[in-house]
T-cell receptor, first 115, second 112 residues
Framework: GAGVSQTPSNKVTEKGKYVELRCDPI?????LYWYRQSLGQGPEFLIY????????DSGLPNDRFFAVRPEGSVSTLKIQRTERGDSAVYLC?????????????FGEGSRLTVL | QKEVEQNSGPLSVPEGAIASLNCTYS??????FFWYRQYSGKSPELIMS????GDKEDGRFTAQLNKASQYVSLLIRDSQPSDSATYLC????????????FGAGTILRVKS
């Protein structure tokens, strides 16, 4: 596609449920990032993929969060046993190579609300 | 101390004026600096990057970098109502590899 695509755009779930958020990066971009953004805050880094492997997952807040990118393109962020504090906009971004990542292209985000 | 500090604003300027947005950062090893614009309800988009001390101009935008003071700024000349958005400062800290660390952003409001 022309840009980074994220689905769903909105997800409302109940506390304790499992959710998956999907990201389809710009074709040919090897680097893929997940950030999350709470109201009034800047994006907070979660995880970075270079190809299929997670090059840096230091931003994942705990073991309830997991992300995969099995074929080096589409990525899925998985959140188990959701908590109200997980409510945020989850942003995916891709970059051609990941080096000098200022050229991050963001998707429109998935807004997660945990009731 | 936060890694990236920005005045949250809102910064209000009249149409046609110069808007000055400031950012300080804690990682002295940062070499690359980026400004992203984020409209309400939208995702961030890159508007400026700067790597060397001094000024870099691109149209109505000028980025200024002073590594010794760990300070980076963005000037917007001839501000337009369409510039109203949140501006995010994002240095690339050397110790953090390939990930950007974003500030909380400054809200800019340009009044016509």
């Amino acid at each position: 596609g022309a840009g980074v695509s994220q689905t769903p755009s909105n997800k409302v779930t109940e506390k304790g449920k499992y959710v998956e958020l999907r990201c389809d990066p710009i074709s040919g971009h090897t680097a893929l990032y997940w950030y999350r953004q709470s109201l009034g805050q800047g994006p907070e880094f979660l995880i970075y993929f270079q190809g299929t492997g997670a090059a840096d997952d230091s931003g994942l807040p705990n073991d309830r969060f997991f992300a995969v990118r099995p074929e080096g393109s589409v990525s899925t962020l998985k959140i188990q046993r959701t908590e109200r504090g997980d409510s945020a906009v989850y942003l995916c971004a891709s970059s051609l190579t990941g080096i000098g990542p200022g050229e991050l292209f963001f998707g429109e985000g998935s807004r997660l609300t945990v009731l | 101390q936060k890694e990236v500090e920005q005045n949250s604003g809102p910064l209000s300027v009249p149409e046609g004026a110069i808007a000055s947005l400031n950012c300080t950062y804690s990682d002295r090893g940062s070499q690359s600096f980026f400004w992203y614009r984020q409209y309400s309800g939208k995702s961030p988009e890159l508007i400026m990057s700067i790597y060397s001390n001094g000024d870099k101009e691109d149209g109505r935008f000028t980025a200024q970098l002073n590594k010794a003071s760990q300070y980076v700024s963005l000037l917007i000349r001839d501000s337009q109502p369409s510039d109203s958005a949140t501006y995010l400062c994002a240095p690339l800290p050397m110790e953090y590899g390939n990930k950007l660390v974003f500030g909380a952003g400054t809200i800019l409001r340009v009044k016509s």
